[in-house]
């Protein structure tokens, strides 16, 4: 609890000390040095926080951090290595960025991991023969960038609960029987595979859904894509790129107050297998709010 009101106090307080333009009505050394243009004088007889342009404070009293490089190595780059970066050690000064140097370069045919996450809410629709066109390209096109590639695809639309979704509108006018799936949070469809087939034929077989509200519940099937490591089958050693097809904003957490879901994301994996639906689904959509 105490640490929850810290936060807050910092997030208030910190905005309004960057506005200050008088250094010495700054009382405490650390509410001193989040301001960049002041550093804190440990002269006894005229200490206090000064501004760095004009103070008159002996250097070795004076105290204006910056933010630096303490420590930097670098592993070359060759076709194991992609990134040049080995370790680094930094302080940051608050409000004041510090830059430095990173090298990348992709090896030839490195593993490469693509999962595609496609929003299925009603007004998807004009869209899907779009990606339905797509959808056989993209593996060969991918498989020109690196020959040991796996694709793999889930969809989503949002909380089966209103006011997000609503059975309702099954026979609406955007979606309508037998090509409506009822409404729901997540579905994985297809683990990775080098198999550009499996990936062509569903998202043929993708029929969308229904949707009340414009977000969507986007980032609750991303968190699952991301942490379900076993059921996707992201490989360890490969580059990772999740592939977000939507045509609207998504939906944050406290939005699921909205259908009385407080419970706050615990960040973890609850996507399994139905036997009964015969779909690997989203459990905890009714029963956690969003990330
Ligand atoms: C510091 O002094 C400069 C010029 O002396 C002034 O322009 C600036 O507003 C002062 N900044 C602060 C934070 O006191
Ligand atoms: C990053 O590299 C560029 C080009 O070598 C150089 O000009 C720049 O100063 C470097 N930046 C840092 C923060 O080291
Ligand atoms: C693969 O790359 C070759 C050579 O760059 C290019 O001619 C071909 O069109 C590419 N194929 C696809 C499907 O992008
Ligand atoms: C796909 O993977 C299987 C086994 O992992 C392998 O036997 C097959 O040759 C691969 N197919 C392609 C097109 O890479
Ligand atoms: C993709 O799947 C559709 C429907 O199953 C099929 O008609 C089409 O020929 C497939 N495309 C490729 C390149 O396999
Ligand atoms: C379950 O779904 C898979 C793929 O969608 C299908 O091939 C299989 O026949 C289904 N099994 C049952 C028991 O319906």
Same mark, same amino acid.
């Given at each position: 609890m105490l640490c929850f009101i810290y936060f807050v106090l910092f997030l208030l307080i910190s905005p309004a000390l960057s506005q200050v333009t008088d250094c010495t009505k700054l009382l405490t050394c650390s509410d001193c040095i989040i301001v960049l243009k002041c550093g804190w004088c440990s002269t006894p007889t005229q200490g206090g926080c000064q501004n760095v342009s004009s103070s008159k404070c002996s250097p070795a009293d004076f105290f204006v951090p =910056?933010?630096?490089?303490?420590?930097?190595? !670098?592993? /070359? &780059?060759? !076709? =194991?290595?992609? &990134?040049?970066?080995?370790? &680094?050690? &930094?302080?940051?000064?608050?409000?004041? /960025?510090?830059? +430095?140097?990173?090298s990348i370069k992709a090896a030839n045919d490195f593993p490469l991991d693509v999962y595609v996450l496609m929003d299925l809410s009603a007004? +998807?629709?004009? #869209?899907?023969? =779009?990606?339905?066109?797509?959808?056989?390209?993209l593996p060969l096109t991918l498989r020109n960038v690196?020959? #040991? +590639?796996?694709?793999? +695809?889930? =969809?989503?639309? #949002?909380? /089966?609960?209103?006011p997000f979704t609503s059975n309702s509108q099954l026979n609406g006018y955007e979606c309508s029987l037998p090509d409506c799936d009822t409404p729901f949070a997540y579905h994985h469809i297809v683990a990775l595979t080098n198999s550009s087939d499996l990936f062509n034929s569903s998202v043929h077989n993708a029929i969308v859904s229904t949707n009340v509200d414009n /977000? !969507?519940?986007t980032l609750e099937a991303m968190l699952q894509a991301v942490v379900c490591d076993n059921i996707i089958g992201w490989r360890d050693n490969s580059r990772k790129i999740l592939l977000v097809m939507t045509d609207d904003t998504m939906h944050t957490a406290g939005d699921g107050a909205l259908a009385g879901i407080t419970k706050p994301s615990d960040g973890l994996c609850h996507t399994e297998y139905d036997p009964i639906l015969n779909r690997t689904v989203y459990t905890a959509a009714l029963s956690q709010d969003y990330p």
């Open positions: =910056t933010s630096e490089v303490l420590e930097y190595s !670098e592993f /070359p &780059i060759d !076709e =194991t290595n992609q &990134i040049s970066l080995e370790n &680094i050690n &930094i302080q940051l000064r608050v409000n004041e /960025p510090l830059s +430095f140097n990173v007004s +998807f629709k004009k #869209d899907l023969m =779009t990606v339905q066109v797509l959808a056989s390209q690196s020959s #040991d +590639f796996l694709i793999g +695809f889930g =969809t989503y639309v #949002d909380k /089966p609960t209103l /977000p !969507e519940g």
